[in-house]
């Protein structure tokens, strides 16, 4: 999920682009009328319990003593089917006459009259009004529900007449006829095994005709309820047949579930660390305990992996992606989609389609990529997750391409995605990314997402078949796509009923006898044999056996020894040891540290964003974590303050009274009367806060009305806790908050938010980073002190998420700080200087300034490393820093990126030699400065681009290609890393020779020894280049195959084979010649040798 955090660029550039959010000819059909009374299931009609309304507005369940009954009233009377009713005799189960005339409804038939269900006197212009695509469509102006749907009457045409009701059965009886080609020859009540149904779920020709089918028994609110959200997380799905919403989660490195303040989530390394552990069958591990955490939170799909190229070395969320190689990311990003998906019930969602790599501008910056490069380059991970990877879903980015967005771009979802690469999964929108309703309906965009007031599709896109702008049969291959999916999911399989329904989804296999040589796959109801005579099922008999249903309520993550292990040893996979003077690590615990750095106090363990997740617990602390690894010889000084925000208050500096969670609150209405906090009036909630550090949801949060309060409610609170200072002096306070506040320590204001004169905000959009007003105040060590939030909505009520963070410290001078760090490090024998990034700046919806180390940690670093020649510098970030000027001083330099929940276990490992020792490798190019990149300094036409525009004028040269090709030489090459011991390539062979037919993979095989005295891991990397005779395009080469070695002991031989893949030989013209070249990184070459593919 994108959507939520905003690019405060745009207001500015929109102006220069002159793009609208919509952009098609319907903007006037919106209605904008999301309301709905509480009586037909709207938004406000929410249960005394707060149940989540089920069904669409306007919309009435059936009873389930309903369905029964007519589950045991279908016209299929007996296995075989009664097929003796003929001329005017009607079917006594349905009332429904078989040659399609007139139905004749029985009292019991009356009583069942759905108000999903159109009124019409004949079962034939029933189907009609549902399925037929010669007429336009319009609600029928005596009907409150915008599910009926009547043909449009003509000019000379009057008003249909309101017509006595039509029974479930008729009417889903004449669709059946209309729609469903059915074969009497098998019975329904013939069953499946789980092990055939199992198997017949897996073939897509199956699947297939099965979504097909499905979607022709749909009317066309409840097909536009599939590609639309209910709310943030669901679509609508198909309540009246049973069939439940699919749950969208954020990911990739957590699973979130619902809700952003819990219950809490594994947190696995960004996608940096990954990508680093150059190690495929690690990354399908993590992904099988995301795919096992998605389940327990209840989603469906899982929103990951983003297998977007690392372009902009500033990119708000380069942490987010897994390298700027395409073979590296492809290989990675199909193990993590084989992953999650391997996990019965879960499916994967790659995002984001394509070429978003910069959150400068995203909502409508243009990339301009030819389509070669487009190809060769930023699409193939995307084509790995459909190819290798069969991903269920595509997220489309929020830009365009070459002029045309993404969720609308016809030749890039149906040409290159559907028909190239034969995907059969479901296209969604990111989050508000949707712009146009019929561009996007017949580009190929099967869901829009999240529910809001001007969405594209929803009541919009109903409303445009009702005046015929669009036809069902543009809506109904959508739909079919979604259903795909859920078939895929397993969401219509007898053991996800709950018990509720008495057959499965194997009764409707055998009904429609698929796959079926005969049948045709073409959903369009004027290919099916529809007006043929042949047995009839009942069609509501039929659907009621669909059982679907949603998963279990979410659960906290099980955050068991096993996932814990998995973690600790991907976090220490994805560390990079980038140098290693006089190998002063591993570390020695007879030796004295000094550790500085706030980071080494709290280190960061995920980005900013739609990625945050309230992780669970570990620790946090690189000193804490010494410790307990047996050094006794350790001091800490912080240095320097380097997060943008001061620390969230947090026990024990902060907790509540009773010691029960951190803060108690109450929650007043005010939508009546504003004010302050009176002690007489009844609280509406009373709630605990149990976790103030949350990412980016830091401090009081709620991302719904808690309780009993309306989400349009204005409201006031007050939350109390106990400070307890640890340290005698003075603190800073901060806070900013969404709406207003003021704190009092013990009855004393002392500070409110916003400043006098200035206007709350309704909403903290987290990307703009809102101002924080800090104050000082004195506070006692030993002392308890009573802290008192009164926290107050906007007058109109309020947007959700609110949020009111409060942070704060004891205040030390910072050059008294940096001396204080220069003296600890000049008395130990070792300094550890952990300095980085935290998740309010690499962040998503915001691009970082530039590839400094924030506030004056540099100055530390500097400083430390002067003091102290056995410094090792451990950058905890999501992208790569300027290194100088202390880059020469520091003895070594560790990459721990942001390591997830087990990060400081894992760096430790890493520190002591334990484990494998280091084993990462840089998945992208470490640049010296922002201007050797291919992108270059900003600002300028490829980055962050111009007229709306971003040109791609690198072409192939992403990444290292660029500094190979154009001889620069970066701070720390791509694939580069080291380890506590040393490697010997000692043979590379073609056991094939050298000339190859087209189409055909070339294996190598790579001779390695390890030389030193520990054991080792080396990740082997085999590049390609092609050498023409004419050079038409830039000379480069590219990473083609690469295997991280098994541990080796000191003295270990190992033969390793790789294989180039068919695919990356490719060439316009024969003979071609190409040079392999093989080594430990692009930049380090053991041996070179040329093939020819004739």
């Given at each position: 999920m994108d959507g939520f955090f905003f690019d405060f660029d745009v207001l500015e550039d929109k102006k220069e682009a002159g793009v609208q959010k919509e952009s098609g000819e319907h903007v006037a059909a919106r209605t904008g009328d999301s309301q709905a009374s509480p009586e037909a299931g709207g938004e406000g009609g929410d249960g005394p319990d707060g149940e989540e309304e089920a069904f669409p507005r306007g919309v009435t369940p059936l009873s389930e003593e309903v369905l029964a009954q007519e589950n045991e009233s279908s016209c299929w009377h007996s296995a075989a089917g009664d097929s003796s009713a003929t001329g005017a005799e009607s079917c006594r189960s349905c009332s429904t006459w078989q040659t399609g005339g007139s139905a004749t409804p029985s009292e019991r038939d009356e009583n069942w009259a759905h108000p999903m269900l159109p009124r019409s006197d004949t079962c034939s212009s029933l189907a009609s009004s549902w399925c037929s695509d010669s007429e336009p469509m319009t609600p029928t102006t005596a009907q409150t529900s915008q599910d009926r749907w009547t043909p449009a009457p003509t000019a000379n045409s009057k008003q249909p007449e309101p017509q006595a009701p039509v029974s479930i059965s008729a009417a889903t009886n004449s669709l059946m006829r209309f729609g469903l080609p059915l074969k009497s020859k098998v019975a329904v009540s013939e069953p499946v095994d789980a092990a055939k149904r199992d198997s017949i779920l897996d073939d897509d020709d199956y699947v297939s005709k099965l979504a097909c089918r499905t979607a022709q028994t749909l009317m066309p609110s409840e097909l536009v309820g599939l590609m639309c959200g209910k709310d943030f997380w669901h679509n609508h799905g198909v309540p009246r047949i049973g069939i439940p919403a699919i749950c969208f989660s954020d990911g990739p490195f957590g699973v979130r579930g619902t809700s952003w303040s819990g219950p809490c989530s594994v947190v696995t390394p960004c996608g940096m660390a990954l990508g680093s552990s150059w190690n495929v069958d690690l990354v399908k591990q993590v992904g099988t305990m995301l795919g096992e955490e998605a389940k327990t939170k209840g989603a469906n799909v899982l929103l990951g992996p983003t297998v977007n190229l690392a372009r902009v070395p500033i990119s708000g969320r380069n942490y987010e992606m897994m390298g700027e190689d395409p073979h590296l990311v492809s290989k990675l990003g199909v193990a993590y989609v084989q992953g999650v998906q391997g996990v019965e019930g879960v499916g994967a969602c790659v995002k984001h389609l394509v070429a978003n790599d910069q959150e400068r501008s995203r909502f409508f910056i243009s990339a301009e990529v030819d389509h070669d490069v487009l190809h060769e380059v930023h699409l193939r991970p995307f084509e790995a997750a459909v190819k290798e990877g069969h991903v269920m879903a595509v997220m489309t980015a929020y830009n365009r391409v070459n002029g045309v967005f993404c969720s609308e771009h016809k030749w890039l979802l149906e040409d290159v995605l559907r028909k190239t690469w034969g995907f059969k999964g479901m296209v969604i929108s990111d989050w508000g990314g949707a712009h146009d309703t019929e561009k996007s309906l017949k580009a190929g965009l099967d869901v829009e997402m999240p529910k809001s007031d001007d969405m594209t599709y929803g009541d919009t896109l109903q409303k445009m078949l009702a005046e015929g702008k669009v036809s069902v049969s543009d809506v109904r291959p959508r739909a079919a796509e979604v259903l795909k999916v859920m078939a895929r999911l397993g969401m219509l399989r007898e053991e996800n009923s709950g018990g509720k329904r008495n057959s499965s989804i194997s009764s409707i296999s055998n009904a429609w006898d698929l796959p079926g040589a005969n049948d045709s796959p073409d959903m369009s109801p004027a290919s099916s044999p529809s007006h043929s005579p042949r047995k009839k099922l009942s069609c509501c008999s039929l659907i009621s056996q669909l059982s679907f249903t949603e998963f279990a309520r979410p659960k906290p993550s099980p955050n068991t020894r096993e996932q814990q292990d998995l973690l600790q040893r991907a976090a220490a996979e994805g560390v990079v040891l980038l140098k290693n003077k006089?190998?002063?690590?591993?570390?020695?615990?007879?030796?004295?540290?000094?550790?500085?750095?706030?980071?080494?106090?709290?280190?960061?363990?995920?980005?900013?964003?739609?990625?945050?997740?309230?992780?669970?617990?570990?620790?946090?602390?690189?000193?804490?974590?010494?410790?307990?690894?047996?050094?006794?010889?350790?001091?800490?000084?912080?240095?320097?303050?380097?997060?943008?925000?001061?620390?969230?208050?947090?026990?024990?500096?902060?907790?509540?009274?009773?010691?029960?969670?951190?803060?108690?609150?109450?929650?007043?209405?005010?939508?009546?009367?504003?004010?302050?906090?009176?002690?007489?009036?009844?609280?509406?909630?009373?709630?605990?806060?149990?976790?103030?550090?949350?990412?980016?949801?830091?401090?009081?949060?709620?991302?719904?009305?808690?309780?009993?309060?309306?989400?349009?409610?204005?409201?006031?609170?007050?939350?109390?806790?106990?400070?307890?200072?640890?340290?005698?002096?003075?603190?800073?306070?901060?806070?900013?908050?969404?709406?207003?506040?003021?704190?009092?320590?013990?009855?004393?204001?002392?500070?409110?938010?916003?400043?006098?004169?200035?206007?709350?905000?309704?909403?903290?959009?987290?990307?703009?980073?809102?101002?924080?007003?800090?104050?000082?105040?004195?506070?006692?060590?030993?002392?308890?002190?009573?802290?008192?939030?009164?926290?107050?909505?906007?007058?109109?009520?309020?947007?959700?998420?609110?949020?009111?963070?409060?942070?704060?410290?004891?205040?030390?001078?910072?050059?008294?700080?940096?001396?204080?760090?220069?003296?600890?490090?000049?008395?130990?024998?070792?300094?550890?200087?952990?300095?980085?990034?935290?998740?309010?700046?690499?962040?998503?919806?915001?691009?970082?300034?530039?590839?400094?180390?924030?506030?004056?940690?540099?100055?530390?670093?500097?400083?430390?490393?002067?003091?102290?020649?056995?410094?090792?510098?451990?950058?905890?970030?999501?992208?790569?820093?300027?290194?100088?000027?202390?880059?020469?001083?520091?003895?070594?330099?560790?990459?721990?990126?942001?390591?997830?929940?087990?990060?400081?276990?894992?760096?430790?490992?890493?520190?002591?030699?334990?484990?494998?020792?280091?084993?990462?490798?840089?998945?992208?190019t470490w640049p010296r400065c922002l201007d050797d990149g291919p992108t270059g300094k900003p600002p300028n036409a490829r980055y962050p681009g111009e007229a709306a525009k971003v040109r791609y004028d690198e072409g192939l040269l992403l990444g290292y290609r660029w500094y190979v090709s154009n001889e620069i030489e970066p701070a720390f090459p791509f694939g580069h890393g080291l380890t506590y011991t040393f490697f010997e390539y000692i043979d590379f062979c073609l056991p094939d020779g050298v000339s190859y037919a087209v189409g055909k993979p070339v294996s190598v095989v790579v001779t390695v020894e390890n030389v030193g005295d520990i054991r080792g891991v080396e990740v082997i990397q085999l590049y390609l280049m092609h050498l023409p005779k004419v050079c038409a395009r830039p000379v480069h080469k590219k990473l083609a195959a690469f295997a991280k070695v098994p541990p080796l002991e000191p003295g270990d031989v190992v033969d390793v084979q790789l294989e180039v893949a068919a695919s990356l030989l490719q060439v316009d013209k024969t003979p071609a010649e190409f040079e392999l070249l093989v080594g430990p990184s692009c930049a380090d070459v053991c041996f070179t040798k040329r093939i020819t593919v004739v």
């Open positions: 006089d190998e002063v690590l591993p570390l020695s615990r007879d030796r004295s540290i000094a550790v500085i750095g706030q980071n080494a106090a709290s280190i960061t363990v995920m980005g900013g964003g739609s990625t945050t997740v309230l992780s669970n617990r570990s620790e946090r602390s690189l000193v804490a974590q010494l410790r307990t690894r047996g050094f006794e010889r350790l001091s800490y000084e912080p240095g320097c303050r380097t997060g943008h925000y001061l620390p969230t208050l947090a026990p024990p500096f902060l907790r509540a009274k009773d010691g029960r969670g951190v803060l108690k609150g109450e929650f007043y209405d005010e939508t009546a009367r504003r004010g302050g906090i009176q002690s007489n009036r009844t609280p509406l909630v009373r709630t605990t806060i149990q976790h103030t550090e949350m990412g980016n949801w830091s401090g009081i949060f709620f991302d719904k009305p808690p309780g009993k309060l309306a989400s349009n409610q204005a409201w006031s609170a007050v939350f109390e806790g106990v400070l307890s200072p640890e340290v005698t002096g003075p603190y800073e306070l901060g806070m900013f908050a969404s709406g207003s506040c003021k704190v009092f320590i013990d009855g004393n204001l002392v500070m409110q938010y916003p400043k006098p004169g200035i206007a709350p905000m309704a909403f903290i959009p987290l990307a703009q980073m809102a101002p924080e007003v800090r104050e000082v105040v004195d506070l006692e060590a030993g002392r308890q002190y009573e802290l008192k939030i009164h926290w107050m909505s906007t007058k109109d009520a309020i947007m959700y998420p609110a949020q009111c963070h409060i942070g704060g410290c004891s205040i030390l001078d910072e050059d008294k700080w940096m001396d204080r760090a220069e003296e600890a490090a000049r008395k130990a024998d070792v300094a550890l200087v952990c300095v980085g990034t935290d998740h309010w700046q690499e962040c998503e919806g915001r691009d970082q300034a530039s590839m400094a180390l924030p506030g004056r940690a540099s100055e530390l670093v500097h400083r430390v490393a002067k003091a102290n020649n056995r410094t090792v510098v451990i950058l905890n970030v999501g992208s790569p820093k300027e290194l100088e000027p202390w880059l020469g001083d520091a003895a070594a330099l560790v990459a721990a990126w942001f390591g997830g929940q087990e990060a400081v276990a894992g760096l430790v490992d890493v520190l002591l030699g334990e484990g494998d020792g280091p084993s990462g490798r840089l998945p992208v």
